[in-house]
């Protein structure tokens, strides 16, 4: 099964690249079961994505933040997760943090933009979990070719996602996009 996502589930997305003067990439949404067996390993689970890519490429994971803005109560931010010791660019995350649900202190750090979400709030104890809202294919546009250093078009594989809290409110929405695995 396959469609055209609307710009809602992309949020924030749009907002992000629009902030770039760059159209979006051509996205579908894609049944779980059509995703490739590691993308599959990879984007479906209800836990965070650091974590898993942590797990998967045997590395810790570093954040470099490529934009962001903020109010009181919402950060938004487009990132690259990359792998420590080799620096290879493994996902694109574009994300928006409801400031509000946390205290002041995990506020700093996540504004600060030093670690990624899903460590922050591993660290802190937080108890959350996710949301797949979608599984997407995307056709990488020049942006994501030159992030991930493609050396020809290949299909990236992702997902929309919220974090929840344990009473089930948005901590974050996310859309994630994973490098070839």
Not at 1 to 18: D, F, G, N
Not at 141 to 154: G, H, N, T
């Amino acid at each position: 099964m396959t469609s055209t996502p609307t710009l809602e589930i992309l949020h924030p997305l749009p907002a992000l690249y629009a902030a770039t003067a760059h159209a979006l990439p051509d996205f579908d949404l894609v049944d779980a079961k059509s995703l490739p067996p590691a993308a599959h390993r990879l984007l479906v689970h209800t836990g965070d994505m650091t974590s898993k890519l942590e797990e998967f490429f045997a590395d810790q994971m570093t954040l470099r933040v490529l934009q962001c803005d903020h109010t009181p109560d919402h950060y938004r931010r487009e990132v690259v997760l990359c792998c420590e010791k080799s620096g290879q660019a493994v996902e694109y995350g574009a994300i928006e943090i409801e400031l509000a649900s946390f205290d002041e202190t995990l506020r700093g750090e996540i504004v600060l933009g030093h670690s990624p979400l899903g460590g922050l709030l591993n660290r802190h104890g937080i108890r959350y979990r996710s949301r797949p809202r979608g599984f997407l294919r995307v056709a990488p546009d020049m942006r994501l070719a030159e992030m991930f250093q493609l050396p020809a078009p290949v299909s990236l594989y992702g997902r929309t996602n919220q974090l929840l809290d344990a009473n089930d409110r948005v901590l974050a929405s996310i859309v994630e996009v994973l490098r070839p695995v």
